[in-house]
């Protein structure tokens, strides 16, 4: 079981910034790319940004600029640096991690359980 446990979401004005965090906890033998997705409501969710193990960062045409991740693999940790905030970013902001098991070498794919990120004046 691996558990992902996000913070810093919370109500901000155009143009702030915020930064997210995401803990991963439990039985983790690696894991191979952390990230952070969104879903406004009445959307669909989508890709903010990932970042795979040793590899490129990838992030959504809508946030290239402006957001920023990192990742603290002694800590099992991704953030989300998040610039320049326009109300079009509001949405429930959910962390992923993709990696193995450490009890059965199995993959695992886990989500938090969302913070809220609200751009508002």
């Known amino acids: 079981q691996v558990r992902l446990v996000e913070s810093g979401g919370g109500l901000v004005q155009p143009g702030g910034s915020l930064r997210l965090s995401c803990a991963a906890s439990?039985?983790?033998?690696?894991?191979?790319?952390m990230g952070w997705y969104r879903q406004a409501p009445g959307k669909q969710r989508e890709l903010v940004a990932a970042?795979?193990?040793?590899?490129?960062?990838n992030y959504g045409d809508s946030v290239k600029g402006r957001f920023f991740i990192s990742r603290d693999d002694a800590k099992n940790t991704v953030y989300l640096q998040m610039n320049s905030l326009k109300p079009e970013d509001t949405a429930v902001y959910y962390c992923?991690?993709?990696?193995?098991?450490?009890?059965?070498?199995?993959?695992?794919?886990?989500w938090g359980q969302g913070t809220q990120v609200t751009v508002s004046s």
């Open positions: 970042i795979p193990s040793g590899g490129m960062t």
């Open positions: 439990g039985s983790i033998f690696s894991i191979n790319s």
């Open positions: 992923n991690a993709v990696g193995r098991n450490s009890l059965t070498r199995s993959s695992f794919n886990s």
